[in-house]
Structure formats: structure tokens, C-alpha cells
């Protein structure tokens, strides 16, 4: 027999293995901030190599489940140089799985619907405090592979961390956000309150006291008419109104 192929395609089989699991911080060389902000993880060449022999399909997508916990979330793949029998994830997926350093787990191939919806909801008010923390989502999940209800994923912004639930995702509990166009919705924060705006009260308006109005006069100045005193045309002076009541009150 002759290995002829008579135009059936290679059906792809599935992948399912086990490996020691350790988080990236584990990870020989230089640190790995890029695997710890995102949702991928680092294989073995060995894993590759069945892979291919598998025939996988792209992007690869994974099922990671800790039988002990009954825990299991999804990811992608970044990179295949982790030592034989070794898997490095990022800590906060170590978090979600309730896994230790060097536990058990167990690798599956799966094949995800894209992504059309998904509802996060920050641990913390500080992410809603950014200038536009949907932008900030967006360029972050660009680092993730895939989407699982349930999980509580950390992102990297500005030497920060903050966390998400994930509450929600359409069109399955388990989504492929690879090249999608993906709603985003936000939910509050656990315990958060909207800030109350009090109305400012009208100011009470004051009475001006009574003004006199002589006071805001100028002080007379130049020619004023009539303003001089009064002669007789027998020369003598003129009496005053209260030389009049004098003279009046001695009669």
C-alpha cells in the first residue's frame, strides 16, 4: 500500500495533554512582562511538534483544567521554549485555576467561537477613573487570545494593575477575541456609588441700605447761582433767619 491521498482533507485531532504548571515569574532569563499582562502561554518544542503532527488548526487555542479544583479557563499560545514537561502561565491565570507552583495540569486543543459581546466588571473604581478605560480594555485584550466567563483577568496600564470579571460573553461562556469587532459593557465596581451632585442654593439677596443721595454728590465747585448771601440797599447787613426768631422771641 501506497500512502496516497485520494483529496480527503486531514481530519485534526485533538491535542490533550498533561504538564507541571508554574507561573511566569518561574520562567528562566530575563522577566516576561509581555506573558504576564496578556492571556497566552509558553510550551514546550515538544508540544509543537505534536501539534503539527495533529494538524491542528490556527490560532491555537487551548483548555487548561485543574481536576482537583474543578477549575478551567482558555488561552493562546505565545511561545514553545519552556522545558520538556513544563508549562509557564501568567499568575492571574494561576489565581482563577486555584493553582500551585508545579501543579497539574491538563492541556486540550479547542475551537471557540468568536467573539460578538462581553461585560466586565472592575474589582476596583480606580480603572473607571481612567481617561477612557474602554480604549485602555481594547489595547490591553490585545494581548489575549480568548475570553472565559468567570474568570477574573489583570491588566497592565501605566505600571498598574487592575483586574476584571469577566461576567459575561456572547456567543458562548467561552469566546476567541482574535480578530473580532466585540461590544464592550462595563458593570460598576462591587459597592460602588455614584457620586451625588448637590444643587447649589440661591444666594439670598441683600438689602442695600438707604443711600443718601446728598452724600454721593460732588462738592460743589466753579460758579453756583444764587448761592451767595443776600445785602440791603441801606448798606447794613442783611439778618439772618435765626437773628429774625431772636429779635421775634424778645418782643
Same mark, same amino acid.
Given at each position: 500500500?501506497?500512502?496516497?491521498?485520494?483529496?480527503? /482533507?486531514?481530519?485534526?485531532?485533538?491535542?490533550?495533554?498533561?504538564?507541571?504548571?508554574?507561573?511566569?515569574?518561574?520562567?528562566?532569563?530575563?522577566?516576561?512582562?509581555?506573558?504576564? %499582562?496578556?492571556?497566552?502561554?509558553?510550551?514546550? /518544542?515538544?508540544?509543537?511538534?505534536?501539534?503539527?503532527?495533529?494538524?491542528?488548526?490556527? /490560532?491555537?487555542?487551548?483548555?487548561?483544567?485543574?481536576?482537583?479544583?474543578?477549575?478551567?479557563?482558555?488561552?493562546?499560545?505565545?511561545?514553545?521554549?519552556?522545558?520538556?514537561?513544563?508549562?509557564?502561565?501568567?499568575?492571574?491565570?494561576?489565581?482563577?485555576?486555584?493553582?500551585?507552583?508545579?501543579?497539574?495540569?491538563?492541556?486540550?486543543?479547542?475551537?471557540?467561537?468568536?467573539?460578538?459581546?462581553?461585560?466586565?466588571?472592575?474589582?476596583?473604581?480606580?480603572?473607571?477613573?481612567?481617561?477612557?478605560?474602554?480604549?485602555?480594555?481594547?489595547?490591553?485584550?490585545?494581548?489575549?487570545?480568548?475570553?472565559?466567563?468567570?474568570?477574573?483577568? %489583570?491588566?497592565?496600564?501605566?505600571?498598574?494593575?487592575?483586574?476584571?470579571?469577566?461576567?459575561?460573553?456572547?456567543?458562548?461562556?467561552?469566546?476567541?477575541?482574535?480578530?473580532?469587532?466585540?461590544?464592550?459593557?462595563?458593570? %460598576?465596581?462591587?459597592?460602588?456609588?455614584?457620586?451625588?451632585?448637590?444643587? /447649589?442654593?440661591?444666594?439670598?439677596?441683600?438689602?442695600?441700605?438707604?443711600?443718601?443721595?446728598?452724600?454721593?454728590?460732588?462738592?460743589?465747585?466753579?460758579?453756583?447761582?444764587? %448761592?451767595?448771601?443776600?445785602?440791603?440797599?441801606?448798606?447794613?447787613?442783611?439778618?439772618?433767619?435765626?437773628?429774625?426768631?431772636?429779635?421775634?422771641?424778645?418782643?
Amino acid at each position: 500500500m501506497f500512502g496516497v491521498n485520494f483529496g480527503f /482533507p486531514d481530519i485534526p485531532r485533538p491535542f490533550n495533554t498533561q504538564y507541571r504548571c508554574f507561573s511566569v515569574s518561574m520562567l528562566p532569563g530575563n522577566e516576561r512582562s509581555d506573558v504576564e %499582562a496578556g492571556g497566552k502561554i509558553i510550551m514546550p /518544542p515538544s508540544a509543537l511538534d505534536q501539534l503539527t503532527r495533529l494538524n491542528i488548526v490556527y /490560532p491555537m487555542l487551548f483548555k487548561l483544567t485543574n481536576k482537583q479544583k474543578n477549575r478551567n479557563t482558555h488561552c493562546g499560545v505565545l511561545e514553545f521554549v519552556a522545558d520538556e514537561g513544563k508549562i509557564y502561565i501568567p499568575y492571574w491565570m494561576m489565581q482563577n485555576l486555584m493553582l500551585e507552583e508545579g501543579g497539574l495540569i491538563q492541556v486540550e486543543s479547542a475551537n471557540l467561537p468568536v467573539a460578538t459581546y462581553s461585560k466586565f466588571q472592575p474589582l476596583n473604581k480606580d480603572f473607571l477613573d481612567l481617561t477612557n478605560p474602554k480604549a485602555v480594555l481594547e489595547m490591553r485584550l490585545r494581548h489575549f487570545a480568548c475570553l472565559s466567563k468567570g474568570d477574573i483577568i %489583570a491588566i497592565n496600564y501605566n505600571k498598574k494593575i487592575y483586574e476584571l470579571n469577566v461576567l459575561e460573553t456572547k456567543p458562548a461562556p467561552a469566546v476567541s477575541i482574535i480578530e473580532c469587532d466585540m461590544n464592550v459593557e462595563f458593570e %460598576a465596581p462591587p459597592g460602588y456609588e455614584e457620586p451625588t451632585v448637590s444643587k /447649589p442654593q440661591p444666594m439670598e439677596e441683600e438689602e442695600d441700605p438707604e443711600l443718601d443721595i446728598s452724600q454721593m454728590l460732588p462738592e460743589p465747585s466753579g460758579f453756583m447761582a444764587f %448761592a451767595g448771601s443776600g445785602n440791603r440797599l441801606d448798606g447794613k447787613k442783611k439778618r439772618t433767619s435765626s437773628e429774625n426768631m431772636n429779635l421775634t422771641s424778645c418782643v
